[in-house]
């Protein structure tokens, strides 16, 4: 670990813009930290300036396209380059694409209706950025590996946009519909990024020396989950009833705990660096099994699916991504601290609280399930925080990433 938590502001400014990942990472887990326990602890379901609007759907908002977007667009500024062997994003632009990111979250955290407009402007720039880039570096490499990553912004965009529109002019069915559409957007894109992220770092963990590959999965089904997560999507925009809808998502939902025997691979598997990849998977595979299944028709609780989906299969795979990359990308090895472990088993906690009474609705907990949820949420991202931003933020490690 590097040693000390204070740098000159020079070296600080010039660590923080050398990537996406370094600049983003953190500003989307304080966002994460910080939106959950604003809105439930201090402001009890309420904003501050929703005159007309519903707190929810602002809430939704934030922690899709606000944290969980914040983190997407730490990573695709950081893996796209990688990925495609060309320079990175870095200095004054990935700077002014930040601004534009925390601007629109400055908007949404208080919940400021008056200016709706400039936040549907200001997240439509950054995300229509991304896609135009990652667009060029396909062209530019002749390679079609990108192109899910351009569909899947679009979607997002999309979803952004008519989520924006629709709190402005409170069409609650619209809003709705956008969330969910964001939501699955956002999976999939997680599952892309999972087929890309999995093999190697399993690897690194079964033989840290990188002399071999032990762990060659099965690449048939590498993009299945994205693929059917939007098959889903599509379900949603041409408005299919909802058995149609709910059997797509049990499909999606297999094909994401089929990601779970990539977990298999002996006792390395439950480690904290592994198991957390594996399990993300789980939970949105199990949530996606109940939202299909109550579609369906059976008496299974759609609002709890949704929560096991979002905050435990995105939550805690935007979380082990970024423990994971805060570590590669600085030069460290892949050995998670104590302080990420308890982040990771925090946030366990978290999707426990929120999730359960949807299943059990007589259960009374102390300071509610929401707030138990929020608080824990809070913690797990702000414990990240604490323990990856003086390595993120140091001069020392510009260039030392290990992948």
């Not at 079609?144 to 709190?167: E, P, Y």
């Not at 390595?391 to 490690?397: E, G």
């Amino acid at each position: 670990m590097v040693a000390g938590r204070l740098f000159n502001v020079s070296g600080v400014t010039r660590a923080m813009s050398a990537e996406g990942l370094r600049l983003l990472f953190p500003l989307a887990a304080l966002h994460a930290g910080l939106w959950p326990f604003l809105w439930i602890i201090v402001w009890s379901f309420d904003l501050p300036f929703a005159a007309t609007s519903l707190p929810g759907h602002w809430h939704a908002q934030e922690m899709l396209i606000g944290s969980f977007g914040g983190a997407l667009l730490g990573f695709l500024t950081s893996a796209l380059p990688e990925w495609t062997d060309t320079p990175r994003l870095h200095g004054r632009p990935l700077l002014l694409l930040a601004s534009l990111w925390a601007t629109a979250r400055t908007i949404g955290i208080l919940g400021a209706d008056a200016v709706w407009l400039i936040g549907l402007l200001l997240d439509q720039a950054w995300i229509l950025v991304m896609l135009v880039y990652a667009l060029r570096l396909a062209i530019a490499r002749r390679t079609t590996d990108l192109l899910g990553f351009v569909l899947f912004l679009g979607t997002l965009a999309a979803a952004a946009a008519a989520l924006r529109l629709a709190i402005a002019v409170e069409d609650h069915d619209m809003a709705e519909m956008a969330i969910r559409i964001a939501g699955l957007a956002l999976l999939g894109l997680f599952g892309l990024a999972l087929a890309r992220i999995t093999v190697p770092v399993t690897n690194l963990m079964l033989d840290p020396s990188e002399e071999t590959s032990p762990y060659r999965p099965h690449p048939g089904r590498a993009n299945l989950s994205a693929g059917l997560t939007m098959l889903v999507i599509l379900a949603e925009f041409l408005g299919a009833s909802e058995p149609v809808r709910g059997y797509l998502m049990v499909a999606a939902g297999a094909a994401f705990l089929d990601r779970v025997a990539e977990g298999f691979v002996g006792r390395e598997g439950l480690t904290f660096e592994l198991a957390g990849l594996w399990l993300s998977s789980a939970f949105a595979g199990t949530g996606l099994l109940i939202c299909g299944l109550a579609f369906v028709g059976l008496p299974l609780p759609w609002l709890g699916g949704l929560h096991l989906t979002m905050m435990g299969g995105l939550g805690l795979g935007v979380l082990q991504v970024l423990s994971i990359a805060g570590l590669l990308h600085t030069g460290q090895p892949l050995l998670f601290s104590t302080t990420t472990r308890l982040a990771i088993a925090t946030l366990l906690l978290a999707v426990f609280f929120r999730c359960l009474p949807e299943f059990l609705p007589a259960l009374s907990l102390p300071l509610g399930s929401h707030g138990l949820s929020a608080t824990f949420f809070a913690i797990a991202f702000l414990l990240w925080t604490w323990a990856y931003l003086p390595l993120l933020w140091s001069p020392v490690t510009i260039d030392q990433e290990r992948c």
